[in-house]
């Protein structure tokens, strides 16, 4: 089974609890197509289950040596990781990471040769032009500095963060103003075409509502991906569409 060119990318969050359950939760995953992004201390247990998914990471570091605590990208890359979730919201509300903060991580992880996965979305739901200038800034913010050859290997999960684990996804009609703003603001940077995913409750029953949209190249689920039935039943619905 394969999930055409739509990318599912599993963010477990700190879930779950023990290595047997993340192995189960591994294997129900284990389909092309599919990043599975486990909590750091699984992540070497997870690579030995997967044999079609990719292998991501939450979080990294851009520095080795003396940080406690801390791994970097280069020590990631070399347990099998191939994505790095950057920038996430819980990470830049709950753990004080900046727009600096999110451009070093950035082009360290380019530099490992790990493709980041950079998040961007708005506080409350809004109009579309402040959504839009919102992640426009953010985007603007973390992206400086990083050469045009690299940000074409950047793919960009747009979550409206009132979106994030309450159940209200943001609708299609909701999203393409904004997702269409940043396919616009990248190609305007670096002349390509890069990956956009939706992030934001994103649940069996609605998966489809995104990925039948050629505009959308994917999801990036967080509660559900922790929930074996429901990642599988996420990939089967996206690899029902036969895009
Ligand atoms: P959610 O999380 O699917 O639980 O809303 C998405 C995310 O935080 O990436």
């Known amino acids: 089974m394969r999930t055409n060119n739509k990318l599912i990318v599993m963010n477990w969050k700190c879930n779950p609890?023990?290595?047997?359950?993340?192995?189960?939760?591994?294997?129900?995953?284990d389909v092309k197509g599919v990043v599975v992004c486990p909590p750091a201390v699984f992540i070497h247990s997870v690579a030995t289950k997967l044999k079609k998914a990719s292998l991501g990471a939450q979080n990294g570091f851009w520095e080795e040596g003396a940080y406690t605590g801390e791994y970097s990208f280069g020590q990631l890359k070399s347990v099998g990781v191939k994505y790095a979730i950057i920038g996430h919201s819980e990470r830049r509300l709950l753990f004080g990471e900046n727009s600096?903060?999110?451009?070093?991580?950035?082009?360290?992880a380019l530099a490992a040769n790990i493709s980041p996965i950079v998040c961007v979305g708005e506080k409350k739901r809004t109009t579309v032009s402040i959504a839009v200038k919102t992640v426009v800034a953010e985007l603007n913010n973390s992206l400086t500095g990083i050469s045009k050859e690299n940000l074409g290997k950047i793919i960009l999960a747009y979550e409206p963060i009132w979106a994030i684990g309450t159940g209200k996804n943001a609708s299609l009609a909701e999203i393409l103003p904004i997702i269409s703003a940043m396919k616009k603001y990248m190609i305007d940077l670096s002349g390509k075409r890069i990956k956009i995913i939706y992030g934001g409750s994103v649940s069996p029953e609605n998966v489809n509502s995104y990925t039948v949209s050629p505009f959308i190249d994917g999801v990036l689920v967080g509660g559900a991906s922790a929930n074996k039935q429901k990642s599988a039943e996420i990939i089967k619905k996206l690899h029902s569409l036969n895009l």
């Open 100 to 108: 600096q903060i999110i451009s070093k991580k950035i082009a360290s």
């Open 17 to 29: 609890r023990s290595i047997a359950e993340a192995r189960v939760l591994a294997t129900a995953s």
